[in-house]
């Protein structure tokens, strides 16, 4: 309230104390008047607060006008309207943006879900209805676990880090597959998005079918072409007078290829396998140390000793997993980074254990990589230096195999790398991989 109503209460109270007093004194009741006079100035404010008190119920409902006053009490009723018609004008703006979304969202053919921070379902649009039989209002403050209960999207949303999307059959629909997706946002509120991707999923098997079976097509007529080109070359060794230098060159180049054709059909094969399989296959407790040291041997005799590789490993290392699987991942990041450090470099593969897990450290002191390219390393055939790619004889699927063996045992890989200061990549793996050997 500012000062010109505050001084104008002053006035109107002393004015008024001093009738009173003036009255008392020729009446010769000082007391009296003063006591009247306060009495009804208390009376009065009474009045006005009882009217303001039921102005505000009745305008809670209404947009109805204050009542008419005067003074403090007139500027009181005039604010507390004026900030009533903000606060309504306000709200029916609010309104009009949530009926627009949620308009919009209508629209959309994904499935919109809005999650509170308890986990319990505020909102959905029509589209969920479709994808995952949400009925309304029964369905209205459920849990969504209760709703969708395959165990693999509950662990999904607890796990509260949703860098990948979650893909699932639909809970309602035969042969439609889903794609989960959430977002956080507010205080622990998560918007969960449902997509069909039936198409892209039935696109995917294709493609993956298609390559398993035009790896398995190539496998014995390469196999036929590579026991005719060691034929021959054993032949001309026989007779290396008789047979033209430039023969003995083709034949080894054409061995070469094949080699590097077999080396690319056998990684397709094993890409196939990791996608297409169950990823609770033949897994059990793996000794780490063991696994690792057969690693580390092969590396050091593929390096012929143009490399030092040095292994830190506890003894008592264990992981639960596939051995095979692991052995393949291990071996493609010990290869690569004999592959990538130049003669004479170092290589140190460590085994680093803390109550979060596990971790697999592989650092070379390299070529390394360029940031740009980190991203995209894990993608098939994807290659840094083509030239440089083409001399190591390299696949470029190594990468991709490792990506799909971690996911298949709740783990992830991290790269670090700087150009000419070599590269670090780490496997880490979460503690409940520990704990169950």
């Not at 119920?57 to 109805?64: C, K, M, R």
């Not at 507010?186 to 079976?213: P, S, Y």
Request: proline share 4%; hydrophobic share 40%.
């Amino acid at each position: 309230m500012n000062r010109n109503w505050q001084s104008a209460v002053v006035r109107r109270l002393v004015l008024l104390l001093g009738a009173c007093l003036l009255l008392g004194l020729v009446t010769d009741q000082v007391t009296l008047c003063l006591l009247l006079g306060i009495s009804g100035y208390l009376v009065w404010t009474l009045i006005q607060m009882f009217r303001l008190g039921h102005w505000l119920e009745a305008s809670e409902f209404s947009e109805q006008e204050p009542p008419g006053s005067h003074g403090l009490w007139g500027a009181i009723f005039d604010n507390i309207y004026r900030l009533q018609r903000r606060q309504q004008k306000s709200r029916r703006r609010l309104q009009a943006v949530i009926d627009r979304v949620q308009a919009s969202t209508g629209a959309l053919s994904d499935a919109i879900v809005m999650v509170n921070s308890h986990g319990c379902i505020e909102w959905w649009n029509p589209a969920t209805e479709q994808l995952l039989g949400f009925r309304s209002p029964d369905d209205q403050g459920q849990h969504i676990t209760n709703l969708i209960r395959d165990p693999r999207f509950i662990r999904y949303f607890e796990q509260k880090s949703y860098g990948e999307p979650l893909e699932l059959p639909s809970p309602v629909i035969e042969n439609i597959r889903l794609q989960y997706s959430i977002t956080l946002y507010g205080t622990n509120n998560r918007l969960v998005v449902v997509r069909n991707i039936t198409r892209l999923h039935q696109l995917e098997v294709m493609r993956k079918d298609f390559v398993a079976n035009v790896s398995h097509e190539l496998r014995t007529p390469l196999t036929v072409i590579t026991g005719y080109l060691e034929t021959m070359q054993d032949g001309l060794a026989l007779m290396p007078d008789k047979a033209p230098p430039v023969w003995k060159r083709a034949l080894t180049q054409m061995l070469t290829q094949a080699e590097r054709m077999q080396n690319i059909i056998s990684d397709l094969l094993t890409l196939s396998r990791l996608e297409t399989s169950d990823n609770q296959v033949d897994q059990g407790a793996v000794n780490v140390h063991e696994l690792l040291g057969t690693v580390v041997n092969d590396a050091m005799a593929y390096s012929d000793g143009k490399h030092r590789v040095k292994l830190e490993c506890p003894d008592s290392a264990c992981l639960t997993g596939n051995r095979d699987e692991l052995r393949s991942a291990f071996s493609n990041l010990v290869y690569n980074a004999v592959k990538y450090t130049p003669e004479g470099g170092d290589i140190k593969v460590r085994w680093l254990e803390n109550s979060y897990g596990a971790t697999l450290q592989v650092k070379d002191n390299g070529i390394g990589i360029d940031p740009q390219h980190l991203p995209r390393l894990t993608e098939r055939f994807y290659r840094v230096d083509k030239g440089r790619h083409s001399q190591t004889g390299g696949t470029g699927l190594g990468l991709a195999i490792v990506k799909h063996v971690l996911l298949r045992h709740n783990a992830v890989l991290d790269v670090s790398s700087k150009p000419g200061k070599g590269s670090t990549f780490s496997c880490r793996f979460p503690a409940v991989r520990r704990e169950c050997c």
